[in-house]
């Protein structure tokens, strides 16, 4: 790696005006001793996100942006995609830097956030990912919560994903020699990620929070029609990648599914999905791993239980 990093950022965006320019400014305002090299793959949108972007891709080309770091490359284009996966895979075949990212466009980073990475990657130069606390915020930006991000720990993985995608940073070179994103996956495509490099390279942590998760009602993350195929995803590649089928994360399905199948009057009152998905986990993850499965035991205690209960919409309502 270089001397001084050059931090690759890609940004995919779709008809996020209310959130994008805040993005936007967190990355460009980013201060420290590193190049910024910016990506925004915007997926066509309608609404005013591309003359968002071209305002701030102006203010840069006319120097009349503030540049608080070493200098900045700033990139975007417009043009339909096949998806998220898709977009992020675009940016990062045109990253020029050493250290990569994504922060979506409804997310932001904290100040100082990649000074911390860069000197992190300098420091430590036989890590392949770095991932950081983060916070959740509403649709206004106050925070709402802290997001589950703990140690490293492999195994524990397969159960939740603890390192949070606005805050996780990885090596050009572990990115490309791990096959790059899956343009298959739709939702857990960071999951997926996060397992492959965690298998061959060195992981490392820290608290402090790097990132602001968005916790908004048009999320793609947050739609009930679409949590069921989320939690599905996820599901597959934990399968996928550890061999069996925790049952948090086919409770997570069933959850979902009985909320999209039950009459809104019913999903009122949530003793009636909770009921309903409880005896279909328990039918399904028998049918799924084959019998009981005693990494399953070792991972429902008290802590982890109200984090397979509570949703994200929960945390948002408080």
Request: glycine share 6%; hydrophobic share 40%; net charge neutral.
């Amino acid at each position: 790696m270089a001397e001084v990093p050059v931090i690759t950022v890609v940004t995919p965006s779709f008809n996020q005006a209310k959130f994008i320019e805040e993005t936007l400014v967190s990355v460009l305002s980013q201060e420290g001793d590193f190049f910024l090299d910016y990506l925004v793959i915007d997926g066509a949108s309608t609404d005013s996100s591309p003359e968002i972007i071209r305002r701030f891709a102006d203010l840069l080309e006319k120097n009349e942006w503030p540049i608080r770091c070493r200098n900045i490359r700033f990139r975007w284009i417009s043009e339909p995609d096949e998806g998220q996966a898709d977009a992020l895979q675009k940016g990062f075949d045109m990253a020029e830097g050493d250290i990569f990212a994504w922060l979506n466009s409804d997310d932001v980073y904290q100040p100082g956030a990649l000074q911390s990475v860069a000197k992190f990657f300098c420091a430590n130069p036989d890590a392949g990912l770095f991932y950081g606390g983060a916070e959740y915020c509403d649709a206004a930006g106050k925070l709402v919560g802290r997001y589950p991000t703990e140690a490293f720990d492999f195994e524990k993985l397969a159960w939740f994903n603890f390192i949070c995608q606005p805050s996780t940073f990885f090596r050009k070179e572990v990115f490309a020699e791990s096959g790059g994103l899956d343009s298959t996956l739709h939702f857990a495509m960071d999951y997926d990620l996060f397992i492959r490099l965690a298998k061959s390279y060195k992981v490392k942590y820290e608290p402090r929070s790097y990132a602001k998760y968005r916790l908004h009602e048009e999320a793609k993350t947050m739609c009930n029609n679409v949590l069921y195929k989320n939690h599905e995803e996820a599901l597959y590649v934990a399968m996928m990648h550890f061999g069996w089928a925790p049952l948090n994360r086919v409770y997570g399905s069933c959850y979902y599914y009985c909320l999209d199948k039950f009459p809104q009057f019913l999903n009122r009152i949530r003793l009636f999905p909770v009921a309903a998905a409880i005896f279909c986990t328990l039918l399904r993850s028998l049918w799924l791993n084959r019998g009981v499965r005693r990494r399953d035991l070792k991972l429902l205690s008290w802590n982890n239980l109200p984090k397979t209960l509570k949703n994200r919409m929960d945390i948002l309502r408080g």
